[in-house]
Nanobody, 119 residues
């Protein structure tokens, strides 16, 4: 079984910065793509940023130039550095990890971490 746990959310003023982290644990697995999604109240969940196992990144247009995704293979972790935060960045941020074993592959999600940006 693979577990995904996010941390680092909180309350920050507009223009400020925050870093959220995601740790993946379990046994006998490897990771492919990892990503951060977010869901604001009344809105659909959307992709914020993703990163492949080789380090290629992809960002939503709304966060380009402000957010940076990175990963640590040794720690099975992925991070999202968020700068110049805006009130519209307020949402629950979810981490997703594509994991695989010798005879399986699946996508795992964390429970989410709340990010609130006050204006």
């Amino acid at each position: 079984q693979v577990q995904v746990v996010e941390s680092g959310g909180g309350l920050v003023q507009a223009g400020g910065s925050l870093r959220v982290s995601c740790a993946v644990s379990g046994s006998a697995f490897s990771l492919n793509d990892m990503g951060w999604y977010r869901q604001a109240p009344g809105k659909a969940r959307e992709l914020v940023a993703s990163i492949t196992s080789s380090g290629s990144t992809n960002y939503a247009d709304s966060v380009k130039g402000r957010f940076t995704i990175s990963r640590d293979h040794a720690k099975n972790a992925v991070y999202l550095q968020m700068n110049s935060l805006k009130s519209e960045d307020t949402a629950v941020y979810y981490c997703a990890a594509q994991a695989y074993g010798s005879r399986w592959s699946d996508e795992f999600w964390g429970q989410g971490t709340q990010v609130t940006v006050s204006s």
